[in-house]
């Protein structure tokens, strides 16, 4: 049975989230503000969080942040704000996924699923990720083709990895860039739209249709190992 902490000041919201959970085989905890979220999420040790922003004590940015100083849990944003600077804000302090209220529940129920299955990244030692016709082997930082090497320049290999060690996981445009690129370029998405477009000519079969790595318009990319 996987647990889910469900983090909103609404009752009404975390009564029907409670009721749907558990009639699908969930175990549910639940914390009406930022605080007693991070106390249960560290006594319960949940599987997934669901976690609103607007909470009454804390932005919940600042919960995500709070979250991820002390676990990889995955975090799905369950929000009333549409603006997309939140949902990035949100992704850069670690979320894993966004839904915007209203929402449907089989489409919540899905996301869970997907992000349950998709938590673990990538291990060290697990070196070798496949999907579609390409073989990528990160410890030897070569990459096949049908078989046939592909060459990928440094930072080509840089920002594979992370995608690879993230399967389904959104991953801002600002993370990415700080991630491969370093502080200072958090603005500089160029830089990216260009290495993903090479990422893509060369390991994508259709480049001007990508199947593995995704984007999301004003949010960032995601890795599909399935497609």
Known sequence: MSKVLVVDDEPQIVRALGI????????????????????????????????????????????????????????????????????????????????????????????????????????AGDDVVEFGAVRVDLGATRATVDGEEVRLTPTEWHLLTVLVRNPGRLMSQGRLLTEVWGPGYETAHGNLRLYMAQLRRKLEADPARPVHFRNEPGMGYRFEPGG
């Open 20 to 123: 749907h959970l558990r009639a699908r085989g969930w175990e549910v905890v639940t914390a009406g503000d930022g605080a007693e979220a991070l106390a249960v999420a560290d006594a319960a040790q949940p599987d997934v969080v669901v976690l609103d922003l607007g909470l009454p004590d804390l932005d919940g940015v600042d919960v995500i942040t709070r979250l991820r100083e002390r676990s990889a849990v995955p975090i799905l944003v369950l929000s009333g704000r549409s603006d997309s600077a939140d949902k990035v804000d949100a992704l850069d302090a670690g979320a894993d996924d966004y839904v915007t209220k209203p929402f449907g529940m089989d489409e919540l129920l899905a996301r869970l699923r997907v992000m349950l299955r998709r938590s673990a990244p990538v291990e």
